[in-house]
């Protein structure tokens, strides 16, 4: 719902971060606080998405006699059924009241037209029904209190459109799918459904739309499956390809409706548009999915997951290969759980505003920025986190990126605002492998925990830390390699302490960073992927008053993941430094 983010600037952002987790800096505040901890509120998330209720369907609907059914059979070019409620005009079935109707057979140029006034449901059971239609779409409802189409158990069942139609309602060009229907409309049964929707949408209503079960083929020119007021799925497995959207709904009307909610399902969606858009609000409690973008000249908008205001996700499995954001959100983005493996042409994740992690395993193989907030605050706070990006890897615009980022296409980009933002992390694990900065924050850091692994730039026009305001680290492991032009550390108002190293010649990819105390007590052993000219480095570890040495090359027999080495025994190399820490930050 379009909710928080078009108040004012300043309460917008602390109801947004509210909702979502964040807690921001108060330090100009009157309470006079420094800093608020920043925790996870999961009531404010139910809040924000109170809204996205009261659904069309209900136990009932699910549920009927056997005996009420009135059996209509397919033979081809003609029809037979016996009810006063039906009736056959050429290849035209209408259904003129409510009830339980099953279509079985074959019409080879036909339509099911549901147009009735009553207030019960109206129920279409496919039972291994064929239809096609040559001017129109094979299930039409004009009119009805809400419709069901049951999938019948073990059966397989196929609608199929022309790329021509022949409009009902010409001013509004209706109908335009090979579903379409002016009523709410629920899809459920554990059958099958082909649909080969060759002029428009294959599934499209002007209420709300809810698929609870059944196996669904989807071939679409446009869009594959979208509700206006709302999309819920409660389950289902989907194999959809378009030529616009995988799943929609865009009430652009009313600024409470637009959402979709994924509760369950098994996805897997290749789309020329988005595979999954939310004109409002993107939910997922569970789903599998399998989504490719491939933008063409005629798509504006080529992402994996797209929300226009919040996008929550609360578990999943996802496999996204897009040529645009993979997952993006005009709002503000929730990851709680899930299993992420990213491909994206422009940003990995971004949102306009917030975006907040608190746990999933989130694997980023390639982007041009891997994780990204326009204009608003990220906090991670848990999970494990690995990305790759040939610009910046994590990074904090500061209101200098908005509306889809500033890659290829984008018009964002670095920006010199650095307003109250903040990157948190309090928790977690991170890797970050990119080519331009490796955190950049138009604005502050705060790192109170986890640990942050970064394999920086290796130009002096980037840094693998590169932050406008300050960087404060209470805990938690921190090493970035990368050029030394930019190179930065974690300040000297932290309460952990840091140190930069900085070489005089270039150390080439692969070549070790060991620290250790005086005593040979192992601190870390780093590998950096790409060459390096500058480490910064903290960890509880570093005491003040302690000597430490700091080694470059030799060889490890430790366990390495994303370079950092456990167990083992050192074999030292060339000692760079010895030294003594006696401030909170250590320049080498």
């Not at 259904?95 to 074959?106: H, K, L, Q």
Request: net charge negative; glycine share 14%.
């Amino acid at each position: 719902m379009k909710r928080y983010w078009y108040l004012g600037l300043t309460s917008g952002l602390i109801m947004l971060m509210a909702c979502n987790g964040l807690t921001p800096d108060v330090e100009n505040e009157d309470d006079g606080d420094d800093q608020q901890e920043q925790v996870i509120n999961e009531e404010n998330i139910d809040d924000a998405l109170a809204g996205n209720s009261g659904t069309h369907d209900e136990d009932a609907d699910y549920v009927w006699d056997s005996g009420s059914v009135v059996d209509i059979q397919l033979n081809g070019s003609s029809v037979e059924e016996n009810s006063d409620n039906v009736s056959v005009n050429g290849g035209e079935i209408l259904i003129s009241a409510a009830g339980n109707y099953r279509f079985t057979g074959t019409l080879n140029d036909g339509q099911i037209l549901v147009d009735n006034e009553d207030e019960e449901i109206v129920r279409l059971i496919l039972n291994g029904a064929e239809i096609t239609s040559s001017s129109s779409a094979p299930i039409y409802v004009r009119s009805a209190a809400k419709v069901l189409i049951y999938l019948a158990e073990n059966t397989v069942n196929k609608l199929t459109d022309s790329s021509n139609y022949s409009y009902d309602n010409t001013e509004d060009k209706e109908p335009n799918a090979t579903i379409f229907s002016k009523a709410d409309l629920t899809l459920a049964g554990s059958g099958s459904l082909t649909i080969d929707a060759n002029f428009n949408d294959a599934i499209n209503t002007k209420d709300g739309l809810i698929i609870s079960g059944g196996s669904y083929l989807i071939d679409a020119a446009d869009d594959g499956i979208r509700g206006k007021d709302y999309l819920v799925v409660k389950g289902g497995t989907f194999d959809i390809t378009s030529g616009g959207d995988g799943l929609k709904s865009d009430n652009e009307s009313d600024d409470t409706k637009g959402y979709i909610e994924i509760i369950d399902g098994n996805l897997d969606i290749t789309a020329k548009g988005d595979g999954v858009a939310a004109e409002t609000d993107l939910m997922v409690v569970y789903g599998e999915f399998v989504i490719k973008t491939a933008g063409s000249a005629s798509s504006s908008s080529s992402k994996g997951l797209k929300s226009g205001v919040n996008q929550i996700i609360d578990d999943g499995i996802f496999l996204l290969n897009c040529t645009d954001d993979a997952l993006h959100s005009n709002g503000t983005i929730t990851i709680n759980s899930g299993t992420f493996e990213i491909s994206s042409g422009d940003d990995g994740i971004h949102a306009d505003y917030d975006l907040v992690i608190n746990d999933g395993d989130i694997n980023i193989i390639k982007s041009y920025e891997g994780i990204e907030s326009g204009d608003g605050n990220i906090a991670i706070n848990k999970g494990t986190i690995r990305l790759k990006s040939s610009d910046d890897g994590l990074n904090l615009a500061g209101g200098g990126d908005m509306m889809g980022g500033g890659g290829p296409g984008g018009w964002g980009g670095s920006s010199s605002s650095s307003g109250n933002y903040y990157v948190y992390i309090n928790g977690g694990y991170i890797y970050i492998n990119a080519s331009g900065d490796g955190l950049d924050a138009n604005g502050s850091v705060s790192m109170t925990g986890g640990t942050l692994l970064i394999d920086g730039p290796t130009n002096n026009g980037n840094g693998a830390l590169d932050y406008n305001n300050s960087f404060d680290i209470t805990g938690g492991l921190c090493i970035a390699a990368g050029s030394s032009g930019m190179a930065q550390a974690p300040e000297s108002s932290s309460d952990q302490y840091s140190v930069l190293a900085r070489f005089s010649s270039t150390m080439s990819g692969g070549t070790l960073f060991h620290v250790q105390a005086g005593d040979g007590t192992d601190i870390f052993t780093y590998k950096p992927s790409k060459s390096y000219q500058s480490v910064a480095f903290s960890a509880p570890e570093l005491t003040k008053g302690t000597k430490y040495e700091v080694y470059t090359g030799g060889s490890s027999t430790g366990d390495e993941t994303d370079g950092l080495y456990s167990g083992g025994t050192y074999t030292p190399g060339t000692l760079f430094s010895s030294f003594t820490i006696s401030a909170i930050v250590t320049d080498l």
